[in-house]
């Protein structure tokens, strides 16, 4: 009877997050899920203290992160930056679509998957529409603006939300975090790029009339905040740093950086600071807490066991099977059934295999990797996809769900065999 309320409670919160019938938040209805979680009994109090414990810095910080994005978006930054690589391009179609996916990454890295997919990507749709860009060469390049968004979120902890999860339950380090992973996102960017260009080649432009584009100087709306960004984003990336040596939780270093950015443009005249933070991920608190309480309601069951059980008989093979196994397992429960609850399902069973620290370790960065890019295989693999697919349906460009399956799958696998393999391989080195 408690399995079935579990998997039936499970099921039931995460098609409602997926679907959002008639606008429901995902923060009320995952709340709720974890509500009716404790009051079946299928989870405990002490459940939810260690649930809270193990999301409240990551979900801080990416609101932080997020906040920082959307005043940085609204002075012009990102476009500014995204002016500086066309016109670098020099007319080239191909550098202009090999710089456009460097400065997605690179937004990745800093600003998390979410604000790379989210900001950049309209700024290059408005890009095509002022280089008269075709349908098709348009959609290559907001296609390739998405993807390149999850397949670089590897580098940094708060490169993507389920990074920060991830560091947080295992106790991952910043520094360490970066040792281990910034290599393999270059292999996964990598990839990623000679995978978009084999499946865009064709569509992409030859020539583009960059003269027409505006002078990235005219994209700062408020010089001054502007300057400021640069001196906050430092001391941002030296307390990342820092926060390790520390043992400071990331959060307090985020949040410092977001409130000194925000009150440095409280009188500016382009950035509204209350939709600002109307506009922030607050639900994203919410949601974590109460989905994560779900989730472990299926480890309270014995249901995480079974994915244990399966982790550890693979871990027996060896390292490589270890790895290959925890990022097979987590880009597929992903691609089915979203990346969040996933991350956190797979950091369970994980968690209770029996295999020695080290390798337990290198299945953790495995889930990592699954997580952030097996999302990219089906539309409903992370939230941020489905309102990316809005708001390109809003200007015009319309992916069905069967075309983005059929990118996506040709695409992510390969990426995702090939960055594990990387993992794998540099783990040896680092360990």
Not at 41 to 44: E, R, T
Not at 76 to 79: D, H, N, P, T, V
Not at 105 to 108: H, I, K, P, Q, Y
Not at 231 to 237: N, Q, S
């Given at each position: 009877?408690a399995?079935?309320?579990?998997?039936?409670?499970?099921?039931?919160?995460?098609?409602l997050?997926?679907?959002?019938?008639?606008?429901?938040?995902i923060?009320?209805?995952?709340l709720?899920?974890?509500?009716l979680?404790?009051?079946l009994?299928?989870?405990?109090w002490?459940n939810v203290?260690?649930?809270?414990?193990?999301v409240?810095d990551?979900?801080l910080?990416?609101?932080?992160?997020?906040?920082?994005?959307?005043?940085?978006?609204?002075i012009?930054?990102?476009?500014w930056?995204?002016?500086?690589?066309?016109?670098l391009?020099?007319?080239?179609?191909?550098?202009l679509?090999l710089?456009?996916?460097?400065?997605g990454?690179?937004?990745?890295m800093f600003?998390?998957?979410d604000?790379?997919?989210?900001?950049?990507?309209?700024?290059?749709?408005?890009?095509?529409?002022?280089l008269?860009?075709?349908?098709q060469a348009?959609?290559?390049?907001?296609?390739?603006?998405?993807f390149?968004?999850?397949t670089?979120?590897?580098?940094?902890?708060?490169?993507n939300l389920v990074?920060?999860?991830?560091?947080?339950?295992f106790h991952?380090?910043?520094?360490s975090?970066a040792v281990r992973?910034v290599?393999?996102?270059?292999?996964?960017?990598l990839?990623?790029?000679?995978?978009?260009?084999?499946?865009?080649r064709?569509?992409?432009?030859?020539?583009?009339?960059?003269?027409?584009?505006?002078?990235?100087?005219?994209?700062?709306?408020d010089p001054?905040?502007?300057?400021?960004?640069w001196?906050?984003?430092?001391?941002?990336?030296m307390?990342?740093?820092?926060s390790q040596?520390l043992?400071?939780?990331?959060?307090?270093?985020?949040?410092?950086?977001?409130?000194?950015l925000?009150?440095?443009?409280?009188k500016?005249?382009?950035?509204?600071?209350?939709?600002?933070?109307?506009?922030?991920?607050w639900?994203i608190v919410?949601f974590?807490?109460?989905?994560y309480?779900?989730?472990?309601?299926l480890?309270n069951?014995?249901?995480?066991?079974?994915?244990s059980?399966?982790l550890?008989?693979?871990?027996d093979?060896?390292?490589l099977?270890?790895?290959?196994s925890?990022?097979?397992l987590a880009?597929?429960?992903?691609s089915?059934m979203?990346?969040?609850?996933?991350?956190?399902i797979?950091a369970l069973?994980?968690?209770?295999?029996?295999?020695?620290?080290g390798?337990?370790t290198?299945m953790?960065?495995?889930?990592v990797?699954?997580?952030d890019?097996?999302?990219?295989?089906t539309?409903?693999?992370?939230l941020?996809?489905?309102?990316?697919?809005?708001v390109?349906?809003?200007r015009?460009?319309?992916?069905t769900?069967g075309?983005y399956?059929r990118?996506?799958?040709?695409?992510?696998v390969p990426?995702?065999?090939i960055?594990l393999?990387?993992?794998?391989?540099?783990?040896?080195?680092v360990?």
């Open positions: 009877m399995v079935a309320l579990a998997v039936g409670l499970f099921v039931v919160v995460l098609a997050v997926i679907i959002q019938p008639r606008g429901l938040s923060g009320w209805t995952a709720g899920g974890g509500i979680a404790l009051g009994g299928i989870v405990s002490a203290d260690a649930v809270v414990h193990i409240w990551a979900t910080t990416f609101v932080a992160i997020i906040l920082i994005s959307l005043v940085l978006d609204a012009g930054f990102f476009q930056a995204a002016l500086h690589m066309a016109r391009s020099r007319g080239s179609g191909l550098k679509f710089l456009l996916t460097l400065l990454a690179g937004v990745a600003f998390a998957n604000g790379a997919a989210l900001i950049l990507t309209p700024i290059v749709y408005e890009q095509t529409k002022v008269k860009l075709d349908y348009t959609l290559a390049l907001v296609m390739a603006s998405g390149i968004a999850d670089t979120s590897l580098p940094l902890v708060v490169s990074n920060i999860v991830s560091a947080n339950f991952l380090g910043f520094a975090f992973m290599p393999v996102d270059l292999v996964a960017f990839a990623s790029v000679l995978a978009l260009y084999v499946l865009y064709r569509t992409l432009p030859k020539q583009v009339e960059v003269a027409s584009l505006d002078n990235p100087a005219s994209a700062i709306r001054k905040v502007f300057r400021a960004a001196w906050i984003l430092a001391f941002l990336l307390g990342y740093f820092a040596a043992n400071w939780p990331i959060a307090v270093f985020a949040g410092l950086a977001s409130v000194s925000l009150a440095m443009a409280r500016s005249p382009v950035v509204r600071i209350r939709h600002v933070i109307k506009e922030a991920p639900k919410v974590s807490v109460g989905m309480v779900v989730v472990f309601g480890r069951v014995g249901l995480t066991h079974i994915l059980e399966l550890s008989n693979a871990a093979h060896g390292p099977a270890a790895t290959m925890s990022g097979l880009a597929g429960l992903s089915v979203n990346n969040m609850p996933s991350v956190m797979n069973s994980i968690h209770d295999t029996g295999v020695a620290l390798l337990k290198a953790a960065y495995a889930n990797v699954g997580c890019l097996g999302p990219k295989i539309p409903i693999g992370s941020a996809t489905l309102l990316w697919l809005h390109l349906e809003r015009g460009i319309r992916i769900w075309y399956f990118v996506g799958i040709m695409m992510t990426v995702l065999l960055t393999a990387a993992l794998w391989a540099w783990s040896a080195v360990a």
